[in-house]
């Protein structure tokens, strides 16, 4: 089955700074890759996703590429706030199919204002 | 619009006791459901995935069971708790895409 592995888990920043997250899959049939924010105590979000299709994906001050390749694909956050501050998880899944998703560990990424 | 619920919020259950946590959709049918569980500090376990009613798979032996006896329902229980069933569970569903694929989860604490 698909595993996900997530890397660093915690990174911890400058407000303004650039944050990247990186994370690697196993199962080559994975074609969609989303990202998901938890802030403490609640529910992950879906904050941005891209398919196997597509290289990178942005969305204001963050952005997500995938290397179908070499099987990974990282989350960039630029000019970060203390707002973003949570726990970050990517994941992986084949759309088409039973669609469950499998997670990375996730990352802590604190924002020190 | 499509919709997730979830319930309890929280709950504090004594070792040995029973379990029913329940999930409903609302605005689609026929959905993939799911449960995950996350340990305090810690990722997101995928324990049950349903593609329909009455079918379940599980991902990992544990001491918890599912079920769905409707399309848009799902039950996760156990017949006895452990002090390791503690943890933070969230019910999803498909497509993944959606924003509001999680349900807003049950806290348990097993004392």
């Not at chain 2, 079918?55 to 409707?70: D, M, T, W, Y």
Request: aromatic share 10%; with cysteine; net charge neutral.
């Amino acid at each position: 089955g698909e595993n996900v592995e997530q890397h660093p888990s915690t990174l911890s920043v400058q407000e303004g700074d650039s944050a990247v997250i990186k994370c690697t899959y196993s199962d080559s049939a994975s074609n969609y890759f989303p990202w998901y924010k938890q802030e403490l105590g609640k529910r992950p979000q879906l904050i941005i996703d891209i398919r196997s299709n597509v290289g990178e994906k942005k969305d204001q001050r963050i952005a997500v590429t995938l290397n179908k390749t070499a099987k990974h694909f990282s989350l960039h956050i630029t000019e970060t706030q203390p707002e973003d501050s949570a726990v970050y998880f990517c994941a992986a899944s084949w759309e088409g199919g039973s669609e469950k998703l499998v997670f990375g560990k996730g990352m802590k990424l604190t924002v020190n204002p | 619009s499509q919709t997730i619920h979830q319930w309890p919020a929280t709950l504090v259950q004594p070792v040995g006791s029973p379990l029913s946590l329940e999930c409903t959709v609302e605005g689609t049918s026929n959905p993939n459901l799911y449960w995950y569980r996350q340990a305090a500090g810690r990722g997101l376990q995928l324990l049950f995935y349903s593609v329909g009613i009455g079918q379940i798979s599980s991902e990992v032996p544990q001491n918890l069971s599912a079920s769905r006896p409707q399309d848009r329902q799902f039950i996760l229980s156990s017949k006895k708790l452990l002090l390791s069933d503690s943890g933070f569970y969230l019910c999803a569903w498909s497509p993944p895409a959606l924003p509001g694929r999680f349900g807003s989860g049950t806290r348990l604490t097993v004392v």
